[in-house]
């Protein structure tokens, strides 16, 4: 097994059940005031005893309640009371936001790097995968990686973002971790001052499993070779019932846990994503998410760098496989929901989760600006060059200009600032 035995296990106690519809029987009945007070008692209790099991605690149940919670569209609302819920909690997600970070909103400027959309999986929502051959596929060339690494550099980048495919030819002398490794010191020397946010934790395993080598060796080899950071994509929604369904062939949750668990374990940050709005469910969301709090607790209490930030990821169906595309019966998200679990997810990962982006991507740049208002910090990237969910037929676009994401944050009063991968100030902003 190429995952450490001590980090499987932590996994495994990590990683949270879907919380039982009895859990959240007696936070139902309140109302909202009610429930997020007791919501925020709980987080302060949390925060008090960092020891404390999150299923000893009232987080469950009360996660399971709110995300449960009919928030009717005001437009829809029978009653002003039921529109006036989803007032309330935009209004305490952005109160929490303010408390946490303050006003100003963030954005890096990146270049995405989808290096081969060849792939050995398939997974039900997938629109960018493609067999060797087939119209559509590609793969980059390591000397058009480091052009486009260079172009980024002098177009004022901070961070290459790289993810791909699976690809099973990603090899240089038949292994998979050389050619990872040999990519990113090609992309440090053509530009040595970015920082390499690269390879999800299925890429990593990936790796791994195929050159049958440790993932602690991968880990390391590629940290020597500049890895700075890890997205934490691939993690759709940590539940095996869902992962059945839209991603069957992919590491199971627990493996998605135990590989985050790795990656901090030797000092790296990821970040945290979710992708929402296909077939999971109120109690699939709630085990996502108080798996992310459960492991952010344990980075905190052993001091190491846990997850940057959160990234909601709406789910994009235009393009994908028909399956899960009927399914789900929509081809773009459905922003309102979108906004509302944006807040939902702020209150729930609570103090632990300073910041927290909107994917411009999938939900367009003018929604992506009114998720600041629902608890959002964060522009994320102007990614120069997007495909994954471009090619799901996603309407966002693939780039963004710095002067376009400032703009969108000063139509809102608020102040702005380019930050770095890891929430710092970059080099050029520092008088
Ligand atoms: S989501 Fe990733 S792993 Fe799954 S089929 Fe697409 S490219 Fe392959």
Redesign the pocket.
Known sequence: MSLAPDTWEQAGQLLQPPPPAAAAERFRALSLADLLDALEATHQQLAARPGLPLQDSDLPGIALALLERPFLPPAAGPSQELGSERDQLRHAADTLRHRLVGDTVTYVVNRNLNTS?H?V???QF?A??REAGEPGAYRLPPEELERRAEEACRSGATELCLQA??DPDARLGGSHLAFAADLLRRLRRAAPDLHLHAFSP?ELLFIAERDGVSLETVLAELQAAGLGSVPGTAAEVLSDAVRRLI?PE?LSARAWVAVILQVHRRGLASTATLMAGHVEGAADRAAHLLSLVAIQRQARRLGLPGFSEFVLLPFVGAMAPAPLRRRVGRDQPDPSAMLLLTAQVRLLLGPAFPHHQPSWVKLTLPVAAEALRWGCDDLGGTLMEEHITTMAGALGGIRQTPAALRAAAARLGRPVRERTTLYGRPLSAIP
Request: charged share 25%; hydrophobic share 30%; proline share 0%.
């Open positions: 959309n792939c999986l398939r997974c997938c960018f995968r495919a699976l299925q991603c992919k």
